[in-house]
């Protein structure tokens, strides 16, 4: 019989579709903007990033900002 992990599972949202932090690497992948650019925008303050979890995470709320600077 296959168990089930519960011990994860309730963590985050219900929807696995909504994303509530990005990688560093995954932004650079969908935006082009090197993760050295990155690291000097989150030095200069431009980037908030979330510390806690181990890699630096950067807020869904702050990648969308980060979006719409880039686009104008």
């Known amino acids: 019989m296959l168990r089930r992990n519960h011990k994860h599972e309730n963590r985050g949202s219900k929807d696995p579709a909504v994303r509530r932090a990005y990688r560093l690497r995954e932004i650079e992948s ?6 050295s650019t990155l690291r000097a ?7 908030n990033p979330i510390t806690a ?13 980060l979006l719409s600077r880039r686009l104008r």
């Open 53 to 65: 979890f181990g890699p630096w995470l950067i807020a869904a709320e702050d990648y969308e900002q």
């Open 30 to 35: 969908e935006t082009g903007i090197p993760v």
């Open 41 to 47: 925008m989150i030095r200069r303050g431009a980037l």
